[in-house]
């Protein structure tokens, strides 16, 4: 029963590198969404899709790119990490592709950049 | 800006008494709400949402009531117990679209 799943829980990065965060859902979910979460605020909307195929711009989407591979894995992608980015980036997941809630999430990925 | 205000970065509750947790917003077009609830080092759940033709949402010790002339909703616990101590988040949306999140506020129960 794993749910929203994300990889990796931790990472360190250098300013200008890149990474790909991962997410996968075993609920056959329609809707993916990733948000961060920044001390004294509330999670923020990144990028979302609604289905297979398709992504949108969130309220934050700058410095970001996403890919839906399949109906299960939505990965985020930092082109050159700014420290600005650090962040805890949450993956969520919902059944109705026509209702934006997210209704699951994983546990949260804790990502540093220096 | 921040269009989902939660005030009260924390809350202290003794246990068996009732917590209630606020939640302010200025976009009066939002039509649907929610409450998520977030223990340390797991994503938020889903607790209880309301629709805007509503002003009460029940389900066992969880109610949300919703204002809208004050704009402003709330989240009662009765009983509280000390496994409801957690962070919770409440949210906005428009025609299920553009939800936006309070920062949150994080609910101690003592045993």
């Known amino acids: 029963n794993a749910g929203v799943t994300q990889t990796p829980k931790f990472q360190v990065l250098k300013t200008g590198q890149s990474m790909t965060l991962q997410c996968a859902q075993d609920?056959?979910?329609?809707?993916m969404y990733w948000y961060r979460q920044d001390p004294g605020m509330g999670l923020r909307l990144i990028y979302y899709s609604a289905s297979e195929g398709t992504t949108d711009k969130g309220e934050v989407p700058n410095g970001y790119n996403v890919s839906r591979l399949n109906k299960r894995e939505f990965s985020l992608r930092l082109e050159s990490a700014a420290p600005s980015q650090t962040s805890v980036y949450f993956c969520?997941?919902?059944?109705?592709?026509?209702?934006?809630?997210?209704?699951?999430f994983g546990d949260g990925t804790r990502l540093s950049i220096l | 800006d921040q269009q989902v205000k939660q005030n009260s970065p924390s809350l202290s509750v003794q246990e068996g008494r009732i917590s209630i947790l606020n939640c302010d917003y200025t976009n009066s077009m939002f039509d649907y709400f929610l409450w998520y609830k977030k223990y340390p080092a797991e994503g938020p759940t889903f607790l209880i949402s309301i629709s805007s033709i509503k002003d009460k949402n029940e389900d066992g010790r969880f109610t949300v009531f919703l204002n809208k002339s004050a704009k402003h909703l709330s989240l009662h616990i009765v009983p509280s117990q000390p496994g409801d101590s957690a962070v919770y988040f409440c949210a906005a949306s428009v025609n299920n679209n553009d939800m936006r999140f309070g920062a949150g506020t994080r609910l101690t129960v003592k045993p």
């Open positions: 969520a997941s919902s059944v109705n592709r026509y209702l934006n809630q997210p209704q699951h």
């Open positions: 609920m056959n979910h329609n809707s």
